[in-house]
């Protein structure tokens, strides 16, 4: 039987025709595909990254890229089925492949609507606020951010070869940073089907993606302190390659996300009668049954108060006993086997470690197979619960991690006692904590959360829409400290600025301002006859600036935005109480200052301002009292060309204006800026 040889795409071609290791099956162990014998140029290939990849990239800007991602997750969407097809052969079954594959996707268009709503035109990220580094304003200085002029190198494990590839991939594409992506050998066809339809989509610049199918051979002594390296896999291997020689001496960033020893913890308030108590056992099964354990999030330990232990013993016993391990292919199967052979001699040969100190509460290897399932030839565990009676005295069980359907209880006698429990994992990815008392929250929390990257409080109402222990989300992170790999990923725009260089920048308020793409105070002004609103989007300046006539404050003004409002609050109203406070006197309301500053500057008239669509940064600076005059001066700050049409396909963007509001001494008293959708003159 003919299988494909699995190719690498390096420079533009794709590389290797020589059957080198075969890669089998991991429920029939027959033979899937093959990688390649010939060794890759990793020279050429980050010349032409570094070269024709990165001016590709920076073609395009922040939105062009975010609307290029959009795009492929769309596309990626409509060919999931061939990715399903490859994923089975990981052992994956269509619940556990979702999970892979639409959550990669997901992933991928999320970091497109992150970018689309919260990333500038252009290709610097100005990261303010500013900062007066003179006395009369002649002199600022803040950070911007900008792409990084050399590649990334993905390094992925074996067990999420569609999202591993896509969570890294879409905020390096987003920062504008091309890079080339190394999958885990045993799982590598179906991260090759992922790239080869990647490739076949036509919207990637030339040089933003590479694939290596094997070996990495000399690339990371290649690489220099343009370059970064993301790492997801095992704490040994991280370790391992961290200390390469090359990464030390060049500064290159090296970003690990290892497996750990998670653990899951149900307080001694929660009952065998209680909602959390059934949500907890369901928590820890569904994390030994989806991708048969093999979850670098996965729940490894299982701390229990020693009055439940018995219940949920019994509880997980009877849940486990339920689930159908079998060929993924079946509908029925709830469990597949391993990713590989070598995956389960390994699991096998760590079991038997912990073995030596626990004792066996439900033993997969006595488990049954579903109908039609490989025993000999697959990489087939059964779920197995271990119990550790004495976790204060085994180091083992917090050192040793079964990268399978293992989990082991530990008794503990107080709160206090299971998180220094859990923390003896020595740095974990996740920990849920099961309670239904706010307080214990609140303590385990600040207590758990030193040595976790991600905590999950678990009670009856999160449950109706929590996405679970072991599920990395796009908008937090994921990662963890120390044998969790110090590193982070995900986490909204985080993980975008880690592909991106941070520095700070001094000037003048004008040259700062020309900098960073956003008009800074102090900095030069556009004064202009025409009404800033009047202007269609292409034709707005930033710094063009409006200053508008003066407003005297009344006392019928206060009153009758009270009356509109229903806002009576004393030092509005109350003359007596007002003369006894800070101020002396009665003010004016902070939202009609808003109010009224906004009167002295809208252009009432239809014109190319679609909508206000919110504020930013509002502060009330000083209070403006009954005879004040105020003015205001409103300058467009910044545009985002969001490559948007309406439902008349008419373009539109994004402008954000800087609204001073001052009195008659020219004391500032209100400062924000407000949001703007503006029209185009032109459709997109």
């Known amino acids: 039987m003919d299988i494909p040889v699995l190719q690498s795409y390096l420079a533009d071609q794709w590389f290797g025709r020589e059957p080198l290791e075969v890669l089998l099956d991991a429920s029939s162990g027959v033979a899937a595909a093959s990688t390649h014998a010939e060794k890759p140029d990793f020279a050429a290939a980050l010349h032409h990254a570094r070269g024709q990849g990165v001016r590709g990239l920076l073609a395009l800007d922040f939105q062009e890229r975010a609307q290029r991602l959009k795009q492929l997750g769309k596309y990626l969407s409509e060919h999931k089925e061939e990715l399903y097809a490859w994923s089975t052969h990981t052992g994956a079954t269509r619940p556990d492949g979702w999970i892979d594959i639409e959550g990669g996707i997901a992933t991928l268009s999320a970091y497109a609507g992150l970018g689309s709503n919260e990333l500038p035109s252009g290709n610097v990220l100005h990261e303010g606020p500013v900062v007066p580094l003179g006395r009369k304003g002649h002199f600022v200085g803040s950070h911007i951010l900008v792409p990084r002029e050399g590649v990334a190198v993905h390094i992925d494990a074996f067990n999420f070869p569609v999202w591993g590839l896509l969570e890294k991939f879409a905020p390096s594409f987003l920062a504008g940073m091309p890079c080339i992506a190394k999958p885990a050998t045993s799982t590598s066809y179906l991260t090759w089907a992922l790239v080869r339809r990647m490739l076949q989509w036509g919207g990637l610049p030339a040089g933003s993606l590479q694939l290596v199918i094997g070996s990495t051979g000399d690339l990371l002594d290649r690489l220099d302190g343009q370059d970064i390296v993301t790492f997801t896999g095992s704490a040994a291997t991280a370790a391992k390659l961290r200390a390469n020689p090359n990464l030390l001496s060049r500064g290159v960033p090296f970003n690990a996300e290892a497996d750990s020893l998670n653990s899951a913890i149900l307080a001694p308030d929660v009952k065998p009668q209680d909602a959390e108590f059934e949500l907890f056992a369901e928590e820890i099964v569904r994390e030994m049954r989806v991708k048969a354990g093999q ?71 006595e488990h049954p197979f579903a109908p039609g399932a490989h025993a000999q030839t697959g990489a ?27 989990s082991t209880l530990l008794p503990y006698d107080d709160m ?12 974990s990815l996740v920990a849920t904590i099961a309670t239904r008392d706010a307080a214990t929250a609140s303590h385990a929390v600040r207590r758990a959360a030193v040595h976790h990257g991600r905590v999950l409080v678990l009670d009856a109402q999160a449950a109706q829409e929590s996405t679970g222990h072991g599920a990395p989300l796009p908008m937090l992170k994921h990662g963890g400290p120390g044998r969790a790999g110090g590193g982070e990923e995900l986490g909204g725009l985080r993980a975008v600025t880690h592909y991106l260089q941070r520095t700070a920048v ?17 900095a030069a002004r556009i004064e202009s006859d025409v009404h800033p609103f009047r202007r269609h989007f292409e034709d707005l300046q930033i710094g063009e600036s409006l200053l508008t006539h003066r407003r005297t404050v009344t006392e019928a003004d206060i009153v009758a935005f009270g009356g509109i409002s229903g806002d009576y609050f004393y030092m509005h109203f109350d003359e007596i109480a007002a003369r006894q406070s800070p101020f002396g006197q009665r003010i004016a309301h902070g939202y009609f200052v808003l109010s009224a500053a906004a009167g002295l500057f809208v252009s009432p008239a239809p014109g190319p301002v679609l909508a206000n669509y919110g504020l ?46 001052r009195n008659q001494d020219e004391e500032l008293v209100a400062s924000y800026d407000i949001l703007t959708l503006v029209a185009k003159r032109n459709p997109d």
């Not at 019994?314 to 993924?328: M, N, T």
């Not at 206090?416 to 740095?427: I, P, V």
């Not at 940064?617 to 105020?630: A, Q, S, Y």
């Open 295 to 365: 979850k670098c999030t996965a729940i490894r330990r299982i701390l229990v108060p020693r009055k439940q232990l018995e219940a949920l013993s019994q509880r997980l016993r009877e849940k486990l006993s339920r689930i159908a391990v079998g060929d993924p292919r079946s509908s029925d199967v709830q469990m597949g086997p391993l990713a590989s052979k070598a995956q389960q001699t390994d699991v096998l040969a760590q079991l038997q470690r912990l073995r030596k100190d626990c004792a066996t509460v439900y033993d997969g290897g």
């Open 380 to 406: 087939f565990v059964g779920p197995t619960l271990l119990l550790c009676e004495r976790p204060n005295e085994v180091a083992e069980v917090h050192d040793v991690e079964v990268f399978g359907p293992v």
């Open 416 to 427: 206090d006692e299971a998180l220094e429990l859990a923390a003896r994992g020595q740095g």
């Open 506 to 522: 001094q000037g003048s308020p004008s040259m700062v301002a020309a900098v960073v793409g956003e008009y800074i105070r102090g």
């Open 616 to 661: 930013d940064t509002l502060r009330f600076i000083k209070p403006v009292r009954i005879g004040d005059t105020i003015r205001a001066r409103l300058t467009c700050k910044r545009k985002i060309d969001r490559r948007k049409t309406d439902a008349q396909g008419r373009g539109q963007g994004v402008v954000a204006w800087d609204v001073e509001v």
